[in-house]
């Protein structure tokens, strides 16, 4: 256990439907990230946040999606109108520090499911 | 994008020592070279990192080539536990400095 927490753990959506993932990150850390992992490659960057304010978001992330981190705390990333193509692993990780070398810690990840 | 080329897998026997290579040739004078690790159904773990000179921790040693575009991650004594995907990983300068994340090396542990 990271100490990076997140729910829920498995989520089985229809296409079309919205869902929203939360991530609490270790309570000092200032920076939180989301990632989305497909099977059989590594993880992908989709956002970041440094306290509450969103940083940079990956060019290849749709409009589809959104993330917030109200109070610099938890994070929540919400997908609207789902695709069969969301279905992935999103990891959350969080962070101290520079960003150059500071270790992430990842939590263990929400897997989605589309039908 | 920051590229790193890794093996798509390996295999080791128990107690015996692995080396884990990659190669980053486009890497910048600044960048520091991470490893992670992703057990079955886990998130990736932090397992070491380096800028120029050979380092050492509890879980592996990390040894960077004097060009730095190649470096190699060292488990010294393998374990089962050890099976896992080892993900070299250096940041994107062209958009932000986020991890990319390649396919990275499974390796597997053999009894």
């Known amino acids: 256990d990271t100490g990076v927490s997140q729910d829920p753990r498995h989520k089985i959506t229809k296409r079309g439907q919205n869902v929203t993932f939360r991530c609490d990150p270790i309570?000092?850390?200032?920076?939180l990230y989301w990632y989305r992992q497909t099977l059989g490659q590594g993880p992908e960057f989709l956002t970041y946040f440094q306290n509450e304010a969103q940083l940079e978001k990956s060019r290849l992330l749709s409009d589809r999606f959104s993330a917030e981190r109200p109070k610099g705390s938890f994070s929540t990333l919400e997908i609207q109108r789902t695709e069969q193509g969301d279905s992935a692993m999103y990891l959350c990780a969080s962070s101290y520090g520079s960003p150059s070398y500071n270790e992430q810690f990842f939590g263990p990840g929400t897997r989605l499911t589309v039908l | 994008d920051a590229k790193t080329t890794q093996p798509n897998s390996m295999e080791s026997n128990e107690e015996e020592p692995v080396h884990l290579p990659c190669n980053h040739s486009t890497i910048s004078g600044t960048d520091y070279i991470h490893w992670y690790r992703q057990l079955p159904s886990q998130g990736p773990e932090y397992v070491i990192h380096g800028l120029t000179s050979n380092v050492n921790n509890r879980m592996a040693s990390l040894a960077i080539a004097e060009d730095r575009k190649s470096s190699t991650l060292i488990l010294h004594r393998a374990t089962l536990r050890d099976a896992a995907v080892y993900y070299c990983?250096?940041?994107?300068?062209?958009?932000?400095?986020?991890?990319?994340f390649g396919p990275g090396t499974r390796l597997s542990v053999l009894p």
């Open positions: 990983i250096l940041r994107d300068h062209n958009y932000g400095q986020n991890f990319v």
């Open positions: 309570s000092e850390h200032n920076r």
